[in-house]
């Protein structure tokens, strides 16, 4: 018993530490949310794919590219090697999701591609990915492709205007 409430304890502060960095992104503080990520990861948070890959966004908006992308690239191998069936990755597509803008972005059109498509197999309805992966393909002239990814992209969310 003695040993059980120590680690509830770390578990809780753990889990303070996610919500502030949550909130530090919220509010822009994105040096602040970093820390509170990084935190919470050093406390053994149960979450830890979710709370990198948040650490990875807030390095993005904190012009850390190389940090973020391998806080996507620690999740993907993370979570890449566990067996989750028939069950929906969010955290492991969200850094694929992310990945791919990054590699977009720096001109890595085929990789930006194999990101998104690795997005949309672990979780066909996260809409981020196909709409990403619908305007490279407008780009390229493969309407069809785009069309469905689009059609995808607003079954999944139809509040997702930029896809209308």
């Known amino acids: 018993m003695k040993r059980a409430l ?7 502060a753990a889990k303070l530490m996610y919500r502030r960095g949550i909130t530090y992104a919220q509010q822009q503080s994105h040096q602040q949310a ?7 990861l050093d406390k053994g948070y149960a979450h830890a794919a979710q709370a990198q890959v ?3 966004i807030s390095r993005i908006n904190d ?5 973020a992308i391998a806080d996507f690239d ?6 890449e ?4 069936k028939n069950r929906a990755r969010i955290p492991l597509a969200k850094a694929y999701d992310h990945r791919g803008q990054l590699r977009h972005r720096a001109g890595n059109e085929a990789g930006a591609l194999a990101d998104w498509s690795a997005a949309i197999a672990h979780c066909p309805t996260y809409s981020t990915p196909h709409y990403h992966r619908a305007m490279v393909h407008l780009g390229q002239g493969l309407h069809t492709a785009a069309l469905a990814d689009l059609d995808a992209a607003l079954a999944a969310d139809p509040t997702l205007a930029p896809a209308y």
Request: aromatic share 6%.
């Open 54 to 56: 948040m650490r990875g």
């Open 6 to 12: 120590p680690f509830i304890c770390q578990q809780q």
């Open 81 to 84: 090697s566990k067996n989750h």
């Open 63 to 67: 012009q850390d590219i190389e940090g």
């Open 74 to 79: 620690a999740v993907i191998t993370a979570e």
């Open 34 to 40: 970093i820390a509170a990520f990084t935190s919470a």
